[in-house]
């Protein structure tokens, strides 16, 4: 009886930490995030009491410029108008891409045949592809969706191009030899081998279309996140300027950690964790 006291507490004393580890563990991640957007934050108000406002206006300042915007409808229409650019843009660029880089992995012609097409595409910088474009069709949405397509297109290739040539034929042999049908083998065997290129030229080709959407915007479109700012660096209005640009970097953070992440974390959740 007399032994038993100590027990229960040192249980209690062990489980304490135990779960205080585990609730640090869960939310380390966000503590280490929200720490280094703090101190951006901070940083950019220090520049911001430095600098003149008509050079780097404070967060305060662009924020209100920015629920300005909002109010006037001004922000979702561009958003919506910048926002069909770059969807079409991406389908275009994944469509060609996954079907350009399957080919390429799977046939040694087809390999050799398009290569250098698409060291090309690589090396041509995307403004470049975009003033052809527009040269050739006008500015209109037709060639500026062409143009955003088309600079990302070779990236998301490269991507699926190697993730289909590092399959591992000795499993597909596996596979045939326990009876295992063909769409099972591709599930179960093609597509986890894949998936991780498949998600990395997604998310590297969005990075090439946000920039090169700006850009087209900028020099041929009246509408849009990048036909504003042009507009208000032209009337030389720094906090319309950062606005736009915090809104353009908030979408890129929803879609990163809204769409990104959650994806990956489902479809990589068999993953052990990397350990040296």
């Known amino acids: 009886m007399g032994g038993?006291?100590?027990?229960?507490?040192?249980?209690?004393?062990?489980?304490?930490?135990?779960?205080?580890?585990?609730?640090?563990?869960?939310?380390?991640?966000?503590?280490?995030?929200?720490?280094?957007?703090?101190?951006?934050?901070?940083?950019?108000?220090?520049?911001?009491v430095i600098l003149p406002p008509t050079v780097l206006p404070?967060?305060?300042?662009?924020?209100?410029?920015?629920?300005?915007?909002?109010?006037?409808?001004v922000l979702l229409s561009n958003f919506m108008s910048t926002m069909t650019r770059i969807v079409l843009g991406f389908i275009l660029a994944m469509v060609?891409?996954?079907?350009?880089?399957?080919?390429?992995?799977?046939?040694?012609?087809?390999?050799?045949?398009?290569?250098l097409w698409i060291m090309v595409g690589i090396t041509i910088p995307s403004l470049a592809v975009l003033l052809i474009l527009y040269i050739l069709f006008g500015l209109n949405e037709f060639a500026t969706i062409l143009a955003i397509g088309l600079s990302a297109f070779p990236a998301v290739a490269i991507n699926v191009w190697q993730g289909v040539k590092g399959v591992d034929n000795k499993l597909l042999a596996m596979g045939r030899v326990y009876g295992v049908g063909r769409s099972q083998r591709f599930t179960q065997i093609v597509f986890p081998q894949i998936a991780p290129y498949l998600v990395a030229s997604s998310r590297f080709g969005l990075g090439i279309i946000w920039k090169i959407t700006v850009v087209a915007e900028l020099?041929?479109?009246?509408?849009?996140?990048?036909?504003?700012?042009?507009?208000?660096?032209?009337?030389?209005?720094?906090?319309q300027v950062f606005a736009w640009t915090l809104f353009f970097t908030l979408i890129m953070l929803v879609i990163e950690l809204g769409v990104f992440k959650p994806v990956e974390r489902r479809l990589f959740r068999w993953r052990p964790a990397t350990k040296f």
Not at 7 to 25: F, I, M, N, V
Not at 221 to 236: A, M, N, V
């Open 58 to 73: 404070g967060p305060g300042v662009v924020a209100s410029e920015l629920f300005k915007n909002y109010q006037e409808g």
């Open 4 to 48: 038993a006291g100590p027990t229960t507490e040192t249980k209690q004393d062990r489980g304490a930490p135990a779960l205080g580890w585990r609730l640090a563990s869960k939310y380390h991640p966000v503590l280490i995030k929200s720490c280094g957007l703090l101190t951006l934050l901070f940083m950019w108000w220090i520049g911001s």
């Open 96 to 115: 060609a891409g996954i079907a350009l880089g399957t080919m390429m992995g799977l046939s040694r012609v087809a390999e050799e045949f398009f290569d």
């Open 219 to 239: 020099i041929g479109r009246d509408s849009g996140i990048g036909f504003q700012l042009h507009y208000w660096f032209q009337l030389f209005n720094m906090p």
